[in-house]
């Protein structure tokens, strides 16, 4: 994919770091806590662009300090700003992302600005939209937003991608139909059909059961598992790179901006290119939780490389 469009969410991480969660009711006492560029779709266009695609954001921020700095981290490292709208009286969002010794995370967003970004804000771009090859969208707008954007860029032939976090179970039968790619990990899978999913097995069944609603391709993402990929032809396991997680905080964020950088849908070797991107997105995301943060983890295309070179 070489032009990228993200519409979705930005929010300053206040990421606090912890020996172990609280437990309901408990108070602890933190180690750190530190201001860091986030939000799931900011985090998508940031690791794209880091490496080495063209992509445009289109999101909502408020005139609060905090906009500036989602903004400007993203200009920053090239990603197209002009679609991000900032609105008057309202806070950007924010995240509170608590993360304990074994770089597990627990995150409440306040959606702030998010909320604001409406359909027509969205249709406000539809240039950005005609010029991209793939758009990607997630949870944290509002879910009439995210149909209405997987409508469009399905009606104009391009790829659409959803990362359906925050999982919810009340997502409607349009938007399933409208998606070409869906990556949820196994608690978002849960939440979105319903079903179990503590076997391989009823992994595979509950992928196949958004297949039926409509997805083109599920890729389920198993943490230090892997991932396995679910189509109408090919179910196939990818597993991960051992690494010393200290923070996943933006795993499933690079893992796909990573993939979507990679993947070359078009030609005889499709289903080829889907798997050496699922490769590459691991090796994207294996890096990241190396490091501590969301946008401050991500790693750029040379780095990626480096550690590639490491293993050949
Ligand atoms: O996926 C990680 C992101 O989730 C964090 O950066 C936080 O802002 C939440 O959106």
Redesign the pocket.
Known sequence: MEQIVVVG?L?M?FAVEVKEMPEKGETILGKKVSL?P???GA?QAYAVSRLGKKVQMIGAVGTDIFGDKLVGNLEKAGVGTEGICRVENRES?Q?F?FVNEAGENS?T?IQGANQDLTEARVDENEERIDRCDAVVIQL?VPVPTVVHTAQVARKKGKLVYLDP?PARPDLPDELFASVDIMKPNETELKILTGMEVSTGKEIILAAKSLLKKGVGAVIVTLGEKGCVLVTEKLVKEFPARKVNAVDT??A??SFTAGFLAAYEPDGEKREENLEEALLFAGKVSAIAVTRKG??SSIPTLAEVMEEQKGED
Do not use: C, H, L
């Open positions: 969410s929010n991480d860091i986030g939000g799931k985090n969002g995240a992302v995150i967003v944290e976090a905080t933006a499933g964020d969301a946008q």
